[in-house]
């Protein structure tokens, strides 16, 4: 017997919700109500809708397929996007296509015009930096992660970068800590702008941030400077755990104590910096999965006609470890 | 006018040429006679294949792709291979699906199921380990990269461990060093048997390996342990980039200066340790990006009808920085 494929956006339609909170539903995560979660698996069932997508495919002869589009050739933040990604859309049997652009315009474009020609349902966008990107020229439905589009009437998933950065900040003044630098990236990076911004709206720094960039070196390096113009400092708040990690290894050498002397906090909280840094390092996780997950939900959304608009800022969440609170 | 999609395996045949020599002609790479690269060319123009897939996806219905199974999930491996993959198959206008099965052999047999019934031309197993894995059981064709298939009819692409762990120590000998420890991973993972064999077969170590962990904080540990039983080392070779590192921090820390004391090796050439390691490391590259461009060349082969068989062992390769050549 054959008949048309059912789809997650059938299931949604049927159970009068959008199509990421179907997803939600099938997919046992987010919060609904009890009531709307089994009304999405009576419409599901009532349909056919099931996870495994053999008789659909193959009934249907299509592929449903989404791709993430990114400049982040490492796959430090595209994996975890990715992953968040996945465990959205493979409850409603959507494949993800990650698409490498290594940060080449020519490659960007040869890649829309394939994922275009192929047919996928549609592309979220991120990348390793944070500033606003052009919105690309697809007739396919578009989500922004971690970098929004320029165009305000596209829909962008963003962490909150200065409500992270504050958080860190806070926790450093919660600990009696009142005498804090900032040492952090480049200068014209997005990013390193906004968490300077932050702390410097939630505190009164010792000095300017110390802009530099995001390396280790510059951390040792910034961390001589800062000692040299004030040496009561009490605490130094880092845009990055790779400057964070810098920065412990050079108060070490010179016989200054992590957290006792001076605190120090990441961002980041990327794993092989943030627990290899002695002490390990109090960060701030941007939880990209989670990131992925929503984009994942506005995407699905789209996909079946009813579009978001605007930028969504999720929260970054602190993580506590030694390099504040000691052993 | 609708004609049937041309494929990189029509040009193959057209030309007399396998699938993965038609791939390398269109794409300007390898090692390929003049006439050859012509031939291909010309069977190209001749079906009307282009590497633009709108008209034939649009013509056919239907999408060419290939999937990377990994069982890594932080990417360290498996983004430069499919890099490499990408690189060969965007030639042939395939396009490579990353799944991620974050080591879950249930996730693993639900993506296998997904892509059967989705139809893709093709699979790349690979993972974050170098043990020998069951074979996947599809009806497709399949090509094992960094671990191999434990049935030897199956073809798979390795790093050739044993002569990148070699190449190291003879870097280290032909430097006069004499008194070489070496320090490495777990006792029960392959990697670090293999390359630790490989060592002791090239030189006579002061003692024999130490066995541990893959961090940071084991070369640290390990250094101790080595100094206080064999006072005399001039060379330490490593079994990771992570734990030369260690070595490095816990040589300074004890004003041992590397590399006029005591010389320093790691192995995988990874940047984020490499690099910002004091000194910066001589390490052993894995070449994951020609891994995986080998591994698309022989399934594309595979494809094609012609599939290979048995274990290809590709070269690592020695990278001299200053942990060995000073600075």
New interface residues.
């Given amino acids: 017997m054959k008949r048309p494929a059912v789809r997650i956006t059938d299931v949604a339609a049927l159970a009068g919700v959008s199509a990421g909170t179907a997803s939600k539903a099938l997919n046992n995560t987010g919060q609904l109500s009890q009531e709307t979660r089994a009304r999405v698996q009576r419409a599901a069932a009532q349909l056919g809708f099931t996870p ?7 009934s249907s ?1 299509r ?1 449903y ?1 989404v791709a993430l589009l990114t400049t982040d ?4 933040f ?2 975890p996007i ?2 968040g990604v ?1 465990d959205v859309l493979s409850a409603g ?1 959507l ?4 698409c ?1 652009t ?1 940060d080449d315009p020519l490659r960007e474009q040869s890649y829309l ?2 994922l ?4 996928v349902d549609g592309i979220v966008v991120t990348g390793r930096r944070t500033e606003p990107r052009p919105p690309i020229d697809v007739p396919l439905p578009v989500v922004y992660a971690m970098a929004a589009s320029s165009d305000p009437s596209d829909a962008s998933v963003l962490v909150d970068d200065a409500a992270g950065a504050a958080a860190a900040v806070t926790h450093l003044l919660e600990l009696g800590r009142s005498r804090i630098a900032h040492i952090t990236g480049p200068a014209d990076h997005r990013s390193a702008i906004e968490r300077a911004q932050a702390v410097a709206a939630t505190t009164t720094l010792v000095g300017p941030p110390l802009f530099g960039e995001w ?3 510059w951390g040792r390096q910034a961390t001589d400077v800062v000692l040299r113009t004030h040496p009561a400092v009490d605490a130094i708040s880092c845009g990055s755990d ?1 400057i964070a990690r810098g920065v412990c ?1 050079r108060l070490r050498e010179l016989g200054r104590d992590v957290p006792t002397e001076i605190a120090v906090t990441g961002y980041d909280d990327w794993p ?1 910096m943030a627990l ?1 840094s002695r002490p390990p390092l109090t960060s701030v996780d941007l939880r990209l999965e989670e990131l992925g997950r929503r984009a994942a939900q506005l995407l699905l959304d789209a996909i079946a006609g009813r579009p978001h608009h605007g930028v969504l800022e999720l929260p970054a969440v602190l993580i506590p470890r030694e390099s504040t609170l000691g052993s």
Same sequence: chains 1, 2.
């Avoid at 494949?95 to 990650?98: D, F, K, N, R």
């Avoid at 275009?116 to 047919?119: E, H």
């Fill in positions: 495994d997508a053999r008789g659909r495919a193959l002869g592929t397929t050739s490492s796959g430090r595209s994996i990715m992953r996945e049997e494949a993800t296509v990650l490498d290594r015009r394939s275009v020609a192929r047919g390396s280790e070196q790779q290894d092989v290899a």
